[in-house]
């Protein structure tokens, strides 16, 4: 699986859109991007997933380059409960479903 | 439906001593897996499972053991507690086992050893 790269720390004004960048350039081809977040100490809380295309649901979006070395997390309004550390992570397509975290970006959201 | 539940919350062994930390799962996932947290990391795989009766190691499997006789439950056993299993473990388990399936954690359980 491919190595991430994030920046260790963001802020954010509440209210306004956070943009979580993560560097995936060795991903491959069958590579899923996948992102999770950890809010204090709690268990991992997964957030969103995408291949190629950009993604949308409920909690963020997800922009992939076209060449798919990097993407953003798109949190559009950013709140205190969404202040917690945020983990990137390159998945292949295939064989076991195994999660490898970096130390993620501690995302500390301001009122 | 309570998703993963990990058992106990916290625990404190002394050195040399033996616990099993229970996970269980009622969503009928193949996958489950453990992991430890040490503070200010990430999290790191233990061992992982990919269905009853499989079991393999991951990135730190060292002083661990795991079965899984049946699909729900997923225990980890520590066989002589050392200061260095000092951690927070949390179990994670997902539907299929690979391509674009979610995984969803336990709330973690605890463990110091002195």
């Known amino acids: 699986d491919a190595k991430t790269t994030q920046p260790p720390s963001m802020d954010c004004a509440e209210g306004r859109a956070a943009n979580l960048p993560c560097n995936h350039s060795?991903?491959?081809?069958?590579?899923?991007v996948y992102w999770y977040r950890q809010i204090h100490s709690q268990g991992p809380q997964y957030i969103i997933h995408g291949l190629k295309n950009n993604e949308t649901n409920e909690m963020a979006s997800l922009i992939i380059t076209e060449d798919r070395k990097s993407s953003t997390l798109i949190l559009p309004h950013a709140t205190l409960r969404d202040t917690a550390v945020y983990y990137c992570i390159a998945l292949s397509g295939s064989g076991a479903n195994n999660l490898f975290f970096g130390t993620g970006t501690r995302l500390t959201v301001i009122p | 439906n309570a998703g993963v539940t990990q058992t106990p919350k916290f625990q404190v062994l002394k050195t040399g001593q033996s616990m099993t930390l229970q996970c269980a799962q009622d969503?009928?996932?193949?996958?489950m897996s453990w992991y430890r947290q040490d503070p200010g990391m990430g999290l790191r795989l233990i061992h992982y499972s990919v269905g009853a009766g499989i079991t393999d190691q991951g990135e730190v499997p060292n002083g661990y053991n795991v079965s899984r006789s049946t699909t729900e439950d997923f225990p980890l056993r520590l066989l002589s507690a050392a200061p260095s299993q000092t951690s927070v473990y949390f179990c994670a388990s997902s539907y299929r086992v690979s391509r674009g399936t979610e995984a969803f954690f336990g709330q973690g359980t605890r463990l110091t050893v002195v």
């Open positions: 060795t991903i491959s081809g069958n590579e899923y």
């Open positions: 969503m009928n996932h193949e996958y």
